[in-house]
């Protein structure tokens, strides 16, 4: 029961930010187009300084020659998921928009945000170094090609070399080649790198709060596919995935951290991204408020469950 309380309370201090941000959108203490400020600057700051700085401090040839079980599980586990996701997301919805919404929110966890701070706060640093390392062929796909479907482009925001294009993928590219090559990198950019990306968990909260404050609470707890997908999400992917593994005598590590990147609720991106591009962000806030809310009790009772 230790893990259930403990992975409860670090859920509670997310909802906290949430509701700091739904409070400050309801009672119009922000500007009104705060929500579209802050979501450019997640986009375009704030989440790039992220990825860079957890790749150029995990991402060097002795962690990735030591650590090279994880990230062969995490392929393997992933491919199929996103092989999977095309078809989901064709029978989730018939608008091509509201489909790489559902197949982005089926493949892409909240496990960066959310994730990290979960599995330090419960597990501690070791095991979060394990789960940076799984989740490095995550970051790589989620930051490439699923950001490419909430990005509009000319080509009806299908995926194309253009569209990876972005200060995500940059800061991605840019973290990956500091870590393996180990450039020394000025102490005070790095501090300032470190900085940026400490404001990014906050901010992200803050967002989603004022995004869903911009909603009736109740058009964004009525839409039936949102539910379906937030428990494909939060139960039936990590259940089934655990299974399997522990069939197959895989070690307590891999199950760890793989339940923890695949467990957690809905990631931002899907009101982040659009929003920053002025798309239609109902769906994607709905879908995000739902599936925090359920994780609420799916969180706690899947780690005591499997862990």
């Not at 090279?68 to 989730?92: D, E, H, M, Q």
């Not at 989603?208 to 992917?237: A, D, E, Q």
């Not at 809905?266 to 994607?284: K, Q």
């Amino acid at each position: 029961m230790e893990v259930f309380f403990t992975s409860l309370n670090q859920m509670c201090m997310v909802f906290l930010f949430i509701f700091a941000g739904f409070i400050l959108k309801r009672k119009s203490l922000v500007p009104k187009n705060a929500g579209s400020v802050l979501s450019k600057l997640e986009s375009n700051l704030l989440l790039p300084a992220l990825i860079m700085h957890t790749f150029m401090s995990r991402c060097s040839l002795a962690n990735l020659e030591v650590k090279s079980t994880l990230l062969i599980y995490s392929v393997l586990i992933f491919l199929p998921i996103t092989l999977i996701a095309f078809f989901v997301g064709k029978r989730f919805s018939a608008k091509s928009f509201h489909q790489r919404l559902y197949r982005h929110a089926f493949i892409v966890s909240n496990y960066g945000f959310m994730g990290n701070a979960l599995v330090l706060g419960i597990f501690g640093e070791e095991a979060l170094f394990d789960y940076m390392m799984f989740t490095i062929p995550l970051n790589i796909l989620t930051f490439s090609v699923c950001v490419s479907w909430l990005i509009p482009n000319q080509n009806n925001s299908k995926f194309s070399i253009k569209s990876l294009c972005n200060p995500i993928c940059i800061a991605l590219v840019l973290g990956i080649v500091l870590g393996v090559t180990q450039i020394p990198v000025p102490a005070f950019i790095e501090s300032a790198i470190s900085a940026t990306a400490n404001c990014m968990f906050p901010v992200a909260m803050l967002l989603t709060g004022m995004i869903v404050g911009g909603f009736g609470i109740r058009k964004l707890m009525t839409i039936p596919k949102v539910y379906v997908i937030s428990l494909l999400r939060l139960v039936v992917i990590p259940a089934v995935v655990t299974i399997i593994l522990k069939l197959l005598h895989t070690s307590d590590d891999v199950i760890l951290v793989a339940l923890c990147a695949l467990a957690m609720p809905i990631g931002m991106n899907v009101i982040i991204f659009p929003a920053a591009y002025g798309r239609d962000t109902t769906v994607g806030a709905s879908m995000v408020l739902v599936s925090h809310i359920l994780a609420l009790i799916t969180i706690p009772v899947m780690f005591t469950l499997f862990l």
